[in-house]
C-alpha cells in the first residue's frame, strides 16, 4: 500500500523530482502536481484538495 495515514485520517503527500529538476508534492491518488516546493520551503499538516479535473480528493501535505 503506497499510501500513508497523515493527520486528520487522511492521506499524506510524496514529493517527487521531475526531469527538468523541479521538485513538486503530488496528489498520492493521481499523482499529478498539487504543489511546487522551492529549497526552502517548509509547510506542515496543510490540508490541500487535488486540482485534478477528475481526482478533487483531500490529502495532507508535509515538506520540510
Same mark, same amino acid.
Not at 29 to 44: H, N, S
Given at each position: 500500500?503506497?499510501?500513508?495515514?497523515?493527520?486528520?485520517?487522511?492521506?499524506?503527500? @510524496? +514529493?517527487? /523530482?521531475?526531469?527538468?529538476?523541479?521538485?513538486?508534492?503530488?496528489?498520492?491518488?493521481?499523482?499529478?502536481?498539487? %504543489?511546487? #516546493?522551492?529549497? @526552502? +520551503?517548509? /509547510?506542515?499538516?496543510?490540508?490541500?484538495?487535488?486540482?485534478?479535473?477528475?481526482?478533487?480528493?483531500?490529502?495532507? %501535505?508535509? #515538506?520540510?
Amino acid at each position: 500500500n503506497r499510501f500513508r495515514m497523515g493527520c486528520f485520517g487522511m492521506i499524506n503527500a @510524496d +514529493t517527487k /523530482i521531475f526531469p527538468d529538476g523541479a521538485k513538486w508534492v503530488v496528489c498520492p491518488y493521481c499523482r499529478k502536481k498539487a %504543489v511546487k #516546493v522551492l529549497e @526552502d +520551503t517548509r /509547510i506542515y499538516h496543510m490540508p490541500f484538495r487535488c486540482h485534478g479535473s477528475n481526482c478533487k480528493k483531500d490529502f495532507i %501535505v508535509n #515538506v520540510g
